[in-house]
């Protein structure tokens, strides 16, 4: 069976300074893989999406970046945190176009990234 | 473009009685429809989904839903709630873009249950 891991859980930065959360997947080959942003209180909001190995398209300017190194391996990644940078992130994957009917996405435990 | 509305922000309800959750979308396409459920810090679970068979569909946990295409619904409903069914609950909807299905979410209904 398909798994997805994100890693920390927890994170506390300063502002200033970088960022990197990892995200892989098990089980699976050619995923289409996504980083979400959920601030408190709100709804998802889409930051990436990869649909192979360092393809990524970006939903939202930010001073966010992701990266696709592996095929399962999708990471986002800061220069410089902000404090609107706060809030939950969570990394997604789903089938690729090839297998019709893997519309859904399947989702992370979660990061929870505080700014300071 | 599509979007989802979920009629409400929160919803309460007493254990044992019925759960409605209400959901209205709006697509160019035949779309395919999900309800994903979210207990606090964590991921979302995929509740059910909706993929142009059947109408009623029937999930984990007890619940399911119902596309109904002349209301632009797709309400999701349980018999009798439990405890454990306290949580945020996103209305879904899938849209091919570019190279790459994505997802409109709903902004979400908090269910809380009632000893």
């Known amino acids: 069976s398909q798994t997805i891991h994100q890693w920390p859980a927890t994170l506390v930065q300063p502002v200033g300074s970088p960022l990197s959360l990892e995200c892989t997947v098990e089980?699976?080959?050619?995923?289409?893989l996504y980083w979400y942003r959920q601030a408190a209180g709100r709804g998802l909001q889409l930051l990436f999406y990869?649909?192979?190995?360092?393809?990524i398209s970006s939903e939202v300017p930010q001073n966010l970046s992701a990266s696709r190194p592996q095929d399962r391996q999708f990471i986002l990644s800061s220069k410089k945190l902000l404090l609107s940078d706060s809030g939950f992130y969570l990394c997604?994957?789903?089938?690729?176009?090839?297998?019709?009917?893997?519309?859904?996405?399947?989702f992370g435990p979660g990061t929870r990234l505080t700014v300071t | 473009a599509q979007s989802v509305t979920q009629l409400d922000s929160h919803v309460s309800v007493s254990e044992g009685t019925p759960v409605l959750l209400r959901c209205n979308y709006s697509?160019?396409?035949?779309?395919?429809l999900f309800w994903y459920v979210q207990h606090p810090n964590k991921g979302l679970q995929l509740l059910l989904k909706?993929?142009?068979?059947?109408?009623l569909v029937k999930g984990i946990n007890g619940f399911e839903a119902e596309f109904k295409k002349s209301e632009t619904s797709f309400h999701l409903t349980k018999p009798s709630a439990h405890m454990s069914d306290a949580a945020e609950y996103f209305c879904?909807?899938?849209?091919?873009?570019?190279?790459?299905?994505?997802?409109?979410f709903g902004s979400g209904t908090q269910l809380t249950v009632l000893p």
């Open positions: 997604a994957w789903s089938g690729g176009l090839a297998v019709s009917s893997s519309y859904e996405q399947y």
């Open positions: 089980g699976t080959s050619n995923p289409n």
């Open positions: 990869s649909v192979g190995i360092g393809q």
């Open positions: 697509s160019s396409y035949s779309p395919s």
């Open positions: 909706y993929t142009s068979a059947a109408t």
């Open positions: 879904v909807v899938s849209e091919l873009t570019g190279s790459a299905r994505q997802l409109t």
